[in-house]
């Protein structure tokens, strides 16, 4: 079983970046494909990034692309949201979440096996 933890939230103005970074400790980090999701306040949660077990391939939401990038060290067992132009509307606590079945990319919330305890971003106008 892997454990996930998330760091790098905090409070930013509209246009800012963050880096948000998931460390997973007690499983074989490159044996699970690494999803970032949200939510946000009365909202369902959401899919953001997912990167393959390689990091060789990766996929983003219409909402973040061109904004958000997801990338991953394997070498650290760590994944990384990187996001950039953020807006109010990305407001929401980020999740990551791993996924032990498919080498692929999954955006079903669902097919996540593992949860981190979330972080919070707070995107001032």
């Known amino acids: 079983q892997v454990h996930l933890v998330e760091s790098g939230g905090g409070l930013v103005q509209a246009g800012g970046s963050l880096r948000l970074s998931c460390a997973a400790s007690g499983g074989t980090f490159n044996n699970y494909g690494m999803g970032w999701f949200r939510q946000a306040p009365g909202k369902e949660r959401e899919f953001v990034a997912a990167?393959?077990?390689?990091?060789?391939?990766?996929y983003v939401a219409d909402s973040v692309k061109g904004r958000f990038t997801i990338s991953r060290d394997n070498a650290k067992n760590t994944v990384y949201l990187q996001m950039n132009s953020l807006k109010p509307e990305d407001t929401a606590v980020y999740y990551c979440?791993?996924?032990?079945?498919?080498?692929?990319?999954?955006?079903?919330?669902?097919?996540?096996?593992?949860w981190g305890q979330g972080t919070q971003v707070t995107v001032s106008s």
């Open positions: 990167i393959s077990r390689t990091g060789g391939s990766t």
């Open positions: 979440a791993a996924d032990k079945h498919y080498a692929g990319i999954t955006t079903t919330i669902r097919r996540y096996d593992y």
